[in-house]
């Protein structure tokens, strides 16, 4: 990369240098290695070995990280190493002084009427908006930065890239929606909507890196401009009045759904109750998937619920598995309209749902049978039917899934603070504390013995272990159930993962410090 920075001394335009900069710090974006803070050891890496450079290319280099870099302190130590270059009489490059100038002049969406993506153009000049402009370093020049949102995806970002072609780029989008396509739409936004906007796409797409769902940057063009997206986003003005807000309450889904199921579209549906509990999953998938558009209809939208989130994501009983696709047909022909979509659309919608309802019937997976845990089991885990809570609870209570609890179900019901307390006493004196067992049983003389012989610090432990169950239980925050994944993926036993999440929570002073704390581990 140093010897690749050399490029950058016979650049005069700012815009190509940040680009290539750019382009150096995404090539390990997105990439994990078990235990290692991959942006930490590369990044900081470079910016140690082109400061120990001496060279008029690594000054180049740290010049580009000083602006771009992807953390504070990566941007700091470059900018440490930039200046001890200089003060050793190192030549600055001539756009050093341009770096990182580009200031916000527009803002614009384009998309379609179905919504599945939104492209963010945001349009951004150097120099003063008086200067007549100088083509050798940039100034007065425009260029577009364009970010693809994808709402079916949980809103993370699909694509990036920089255009200098604004007019022309800005034309045909116009051109588009005013005439060339009924489906089209463009608009003006503010520019604190805009990082509004953006500022939830990079979270997004950073929960589903570090999360493990399998998206991939690697090698590609969203790769190549994080930094540049970054740095941009910085310069754009916030408004905390404009932010993107969280899914709505459950009172407002409630209400939501009352009103479909009073309507003439839902006067058909047999099954009242099936029907609500269908309803309720269409309307969370729209609140916490789609940026709370619940209203929001398309074909992807369609397919994704289906055939992606459904499955992952909630155990459907039987009457409900049959009655998913219809509710869904009605809950496009009154939502549809709502949202705005022409009749075509809606039938192009309702077209779609058919051709997926085959796969969605025939290929609907036995999660059950699945985990290998008999459906009583399964629901008393998840009652509320989210299938992604399933992992964090089997871990928070692994007894659960065994026969020892067969015949008293309701005494340990992990619903019940009474019922987490029993599963947990039990699991408290069979595992986490001593591993003592008979015939596959955990020996309930030897925990009555443990607790006859410090109550006190029986009930204590007992107390944190049931404060980080029922933290388990809910997926609060999420960071907690990520943290213990990582540590179980580096050969740590579960009491071992207890005991460390124990002291993270109980040490803790307040929620940030909990989360901080969690990212440390």
């Known amino acids: 990369m140093l010897r690749a920075a050399r490029s950058f001394l016979a650049m005069r335009d700012p815009l190509d240098v940040e680009v290539g900069v750019s382009k150096m710090l995404g090539s390990w974006w997105g990439r994990r290695m078990p235990g290692v803070d991959v942006d930490r050891l590369f990044g900081e890496g470079l910016v140690a070995h082109a400061a120990d450079s001496g060279t008029p290319a690594g000054l180049a280099l740290l010049t580009g990280i000083a602006v771009l870099g992807t953390s504070v302190h990566q ?3 470059a900018e440490k190493g930039a200046a001890a270059l200089v003060e050793r009489g190192t030549n600055r490059p001539v756009w050093a002084d341009a770096l990182g100038r580009a200031r916000p002049v527009a803002a614009y969406t384009s998309g379609n009427r179905f919504g599945d993506t939104d492209d963010v153009i945001c349009v951004f000049r150097y120099g003063p908006e008086e200067a007549p402009g100088d083509p050798a370093t940039g100034s007065g020049a425009e260029h577009a930065l364009i970010a693809v949102i994808d709402h079916n995806s949980g809103g993370v970002l699909r694509d990036c890239w920089v255009s200098t072609k604004v007019d022309r780029l800005l034309a045909h989008c116009r051109a588009q929606a005013e005439g060339g396509d009924p489906m089209a739409v463009f608009s003006t936004i503010r520019l604190e909507r805009a990082r509004a906007l953006l500022d939830s796409a990079l979270r997004s797409t950073d929960r589903a890196l570090a999360g493990g769902t399998g998206m991939s940057v690697a090698d590609s063009s969203l790769a190549a401009h994080n930094a540049l997206l970054r740095s941009r986003l910085r310069s754009l003005p916030r408004d905390p009045r404009d932010q993107v807000r969280p899914g709505r309450s459950r009172d407002r889904r409630a209400m939501l759904a009352a009103r479909f199921l009073a309507s003439d579209a839902a006067a058909d549906l047999s099954d009242s109750f099936a029907a609500s509990r269908c309803v309720d999953h269409i309307i969370a998938y729209g609140c ?31 009457e409900e598995h049959e009655a998913m696709p219809h509710v869904l047909a009605a809950w496009i022909r009154w939502a549809g309209p ?6 075509v659309a809606v039938d192009a919608t309702l077209d779609a749902l ?9 290929s609907y997976p036995d999660m059950a049978s699945s985990f290998g ?11 509320d039917g989210d299938l992604a809570a399933l992992p964090r609870r089997m871990f928070a209570f692994p007894l659960l899934a065994g026969d020892l609890l067969e015949e008293s179900a309701e005494e340990f019901d992990p619903a019940t603070r009474e019922g987490r307390r029993a599963l947990l006493r039990l699991d408290h004196f069979g595992e986490y504390d001593a591993p003592v067992k008979h015939k596959g049983k955990h020996s309930t003389h030897h925990a009555d013995a443990l607790a006859a012989a410090d109550p006190a610090a029986t009930e204590e432990a007992l107390d944190a272990h049931e404060r980080l169950a029922e ?11 990520s943290a213990a994944e990582r540590l179980l993926d580096r050969g740590q036993s579960r009491p071992a993962v207890l005991r460390t ?21």
Do not use: N
């Not at 058919?354 to 025939?362: I, K, Q």
């Not at 933290?471 to 159930?481: E, V, Y």
């Open 338 to 343: 709502r949202h705005g979509l022409p009749e």
């Open 373 to 383: 845990l008999r459906q009583e089991v399964v629901r008393r885990l998840i009652p």
């Open 501 to 521: 999440l124990m002291g993270v929570v109980e040490d803790a002073e307040g929620e940030d410090d909990v989360a901080a704390r969690l990212e440390e581990l």
């Open 75 to 77: 941007r700091e130590l």
């Open 354 to 362: 058919w051709e997926a309802t085959a796969a969605f019937t025939t």
């Open 288 to 318: 916490d998937v789609d940026g709370d558009r619940p209203l929001r209809v398309s074909p992807r939208k369609v397919e994704a619920f289906l055939l992606r989130w459904l499955p992952r994501r909630v155990i459907l009983l039987p």
């Open 471 to 481: 933290r388990l239980w809910k997926g609060d925050p999420p960071a907690l159930w």
